[in-house]
């Protein structure tokens, strides 16, 4: 860096710097430098990044006051630049990269396992069905498999509807006792 009263040379940029308090641009890096570099080094924990953080601060700084040449409080102007790159220095560490999905192949995938899923619960509901008494199987193949209404169900097995009331709850009652005791559910907790 050279020095000439108030204009400073940053690489390419010429600089001329006014400011209230009559510091050089020179007296600003001198002043602030280590600070900035101790702070970078405590977020990033790493020497080079927090080398590369400052002299971007620094660089964006000079760049501000080439565009807007009179600053108040120096500062606090340098460090909101400083909290800037550090911010989008993270947005660049933690950018998740975009990922070439084949949503096909995931659509496929998650058919392909809700196939299995009710292939395993009509195995098991079948396997369940089997351990109930007759009737009660009846009653529930009709009700819930066929999607018959009680009274249907009343007609078709020559009962009343209270018969079809009384054997649909003592047959969900057994349902749940054998799926409780793990009767009737085995391909449901096997491993895939």
């Known amino acids: 860096m050279i020095k000439l009263t108030n204009k400073l040379i ?9 400011n ?7 007296e600003v890096f001198n002043n602030h430098f280590a600070k900035l570099y101790k702070f970078f080094l405590q977020k990033s924990l790493n020497k080079q990044t927090a080398e590369d953080l400052t002299s971007e601060t620094f660089t964006r ?6 565009a ?4 108040e409080d120096t500062k606090t102007y340098l460090y909101g630049i400083a909290r800037n790159v550090f911010n989008e220095y993270l947005r660049v560490k933690y950018q ?3 990922l070439d999905l084949d949503t096909n192949q995931i659509a496929e995938t998650i058919d392909d396992y809700s196939n299995r899923t009710i292939n395993d619960l ?19 193949r009709l009700r819930f498999i066929e999607r018959l209404s009680p009274k249907d169900i009343a007609r ?3 009962k009343n509807i209270n018969y079809f009331k009384t054997t649909q ?3 969900i009652a057994s349902m749940r006792a054998l799926v409780e005791s793990g009767k009737c559910l085995p391909k449901l907790t096997k491993k895939v």
């Open 156 to 158: 078709k097995l020559n």
């Open 169 to 171: 709850r003592r047959a």
């Open 20 to 26: 209230p308090a009559k510091q050089t641009i020179e």
């Open 96 to 98: 998740t990269s975009d």
């Open 122 to 140: 009509e195995d098991a509901l079948a396997n369940c069905l089997e351990k109930l008494s007759r009737s009660q199987s009846n009653v529930l």
């Open 68 to 71: 807007n040449s009179s600053i």
């Open 61 to 66: 700084f000079a760049e501000q006051i080439n």
């Open 10 to 18: 940053i690489g390419e940029y010429f600089l001329v710097y006014k």
